[in-house]
T-cell receptor, first 118, second 112 residues
Framework: GAGVSQSPSNKVTEKGKDVELRCDPI?????LYWYRQSLGQGLEFLIY????????KSGLPSDRFSAERTGGSVSTLTIQRTQQEDSAVYLC????????????????FGPGTRLTVL | GENVEQHPSTLSVQEGDSAVIKCTYS??????FPWYKQELGKGPQLIID?????GEKKDQRIAVTLNKTAKHFSLHITETQPEDSAVYFC???????????FGQGTRLTINP
């Protein structure tokens, strides 16, 4: 079946503009995650959605960043008034999570969106 | 919160030799430790994981060991091949939560 897809694959924008990044998770996956990966760096957690629960927004770096997940499926990450330091690859992942020690299902990652802010 | 340290940042080995990457974590409540492989231009892909009730897990040429007392875990790749060249990331859960905290990555190069 299809994996996690993200669009666009590349986005170049001017400083101060708003951008929207889209993630289509694997069908049936209950959890969805957004990460940011700066050049040559590890993955920085941004936000996590689990079913109908309130999202864990603890990783969002500023109030310019927001995300929503509609209908428990597709998610959009929005960055308002982009800054040059927002330039990075934004990765989305999804997983099927249950409960207990087996709760941590494998996170399947999309190919990412490379954002460049000029 | 959880802090994950990964070493080395770069590793170069001859084809056929073994490679070892080590990670330490800070949160004693962490209970899930995956390893991801990332090839150029692609998203990370899970290669092996271990849960806190197990000390070692093996899958063909890849093995992971976990020492909960010392709060460290390691990835071992034996009989390395050129296609093993990639960036490898370790991760640990923040406590018992779903959120993963990643190490900084190790760029592994296999020399033919």
């Amino acid at each position: 079946g299809a994996g996690v897809s993200q669009s666009p694959s590349n986005k170049v924008t001017e400083k101060g503009k708003d951008v929207e990044l889209r993630c289509d998770p694997i069908s049936g996956h209950t959890a969805l995650y957004w990460y940011r990966q700066s050049l040559g760096q590890g993955l920085e957690f941004l936000i996590y959605f689990q079913g109908n629960s309130a999202p864990d927004k603890s990783g969002l770096p500023s109030d310019r960043f927001s995300a929503e997940r509609t209908g428990g499926s597709v998610s959009t990450l929005t960055i308002q008034r982009t800054q040059q330091e927002d330039s990075a690859v934004y990765l989305c992942a999804s997983s099927f999570s249950s409960s207990g020690l087996a709760a941590h299902g494998e996170q399947f990652f999309g190919p990412g969106t490379r954002l460049t802010v000029l | 919160g959880e802090n994950v340290e990964q070493h080395p940042s770069t590793l170069s080995v001859q084809e056929g030799d073994s490679a070892v990457i080590k990670c330490t974590y800070s949160d004693s409540a962490s209970n899930y430790f995956p390893w991801y492989k990332q090839e150029l231009g692609k998203g990370p892909q899970l290669i092996i994981d271990i849960r806190s009730n197990v000390g070692e897990k093996k899958d063909q040429r890849i093995a992971v060991t976990l020492n909960k007392t010392a709060k460290h875990f390691s990835l071992h790749i034996t009989e390395t091949q050129p296609e093993d060249s990639a960036v490898y990331f370790c991760a640990a859960t923040q406590g018992g939560a779903q959120k993963l905290v990643f190490g900084q990555g190790t760029r592994l190069t296999i020399n033919p």
